[in-house]
């Protein structure tokens, strides 16, 4: 099997022929438009996140990581399909959603834990894992963000081969991302980071709760925002601006910043809290 190293290249390599496909072939890859509100971006740009998969998926067939490569897809599957649907103006709507990750998040938690021989740690991962996703997803807002956030907790976790070449697949995103975006990952892209995150961070806190570390920017940010919509009689799955990335761009903090600043507290959390 190649090092997980090689991930870097092969992400590259078919991001780029997917963006070559999308332009001059076959329109396949769903568009997000600009829009007023959220979507500040001056023109629609493709959502290539269902692309990630396939550049790490080799590392999960060589170690025959079945569930973990089922979770995955049907992540991926749940976010494309939103995806392409709210490039017509109709997403899937939450609920589908939340049933379909709710599926993804059981895969995982089975990854992780027989439910039959541990039933009450297997709910725990199933939890963890369906709010992970959510977390990562709704850190999908900013350029450069959700990729590079998801990179160092994949790279700093540890773990199997495929583990780390998925922490590689989505650093090579980046560039495509931050800090002139010409891509962005979607809820495709979004929605199987998370998972992944969630199989990386499992095992550790299974052993010890300072774990949560490796994703202290995303349950933070994810806690405050619900906390915010909750508390201002919002449904908590409608996007707003009130997120950490916000709030830091609202206090000054130019954009294209954004991103290192919050990778930069990522590692620190890492390097601090985790041990």
Same mark, same amino acid.
């Given at each position: 099997?190649?090092?997980? $190293? ?6 590259? !390599? ?6 070559? @496909? ?64 709210? $490039? ?29 021989? $541990? ?26 963000? @959700? ?60 052993? $010890? ?9 995303? @349950? ?7 906390? !915010? ?47």
């Amino acid at each position: 099997m190649i090092a997980p $190293e090689w991930a870097l290249a092969i992400t590259t !390599a078919i991001v780029a022929l997917g963006v070559v @496909c999308n332009r001059h072939v076959l329109g396949w890859l769903p568009d997000d438009p600009p829009r007023p509100g959220r979507k500040l971006h001056a023109r629609p740009l493709p959502l290539a996140g269902v692309l990630l998969l396939p550049a790490f998926a080799p590392w999960l067939v060589a170690t025959a990581s079945w569930w973990q490569l089922g979770a995955l897809g049907i992540a991926g599957v749940t976010g494309f399909l939103d995806d392409r649907g709210k $490039e017509h103006g109709k997403d899937l709507g939450w609920r589908p959603k939340a049933v379909l990750l709710a599926l993804a998040a059981a895969v995982a938690a089975q990854a992780l834990v027989d439910a039959r021989q $541990e039933p009450t740690t297997w709910l725990a991962m199933f939890v963890f894992a369906f709010l992970l996703t959510n977390a990562t997803n709704f850190l999908d807002n900013t350029d450069g963000v @959700c990729a590079g956030l998801a990179a160092i907790t994949l790279l700093t976790a540890g773990g199997p081969p495929w583990l780390i070449a998925a922490g590689y697949t989505a650093l090579a995103f980046l560039p495509w991302n931050w800090p002139h975006p010409r891509l962005f990952l979607g809820d495709a892209g979004a929605y199987t980071l998370g998972i992944a995150s969630a199989l990386a961070v499992g095992p550790h806190l299974r052993i $010890e709760y300072t774990a949560l570390s490796l994703v202290a920017v995303q @349950c933070v940010d994810f806690v405050q925002v619900i906390a !915010a919509r909750l508390w201002l009689g919002l449904p908590p799955w409608v996007g707003d601006r009130r997120h950490l990335t916000h709030i830091a761009q609202n206090l000054g903090l130019p954009r294209v910043l954004v991103a290192p600043v919050f990778a930069a507290l990522a590692l620190v959390a890492v390097l601090v809290l985790f041990h």
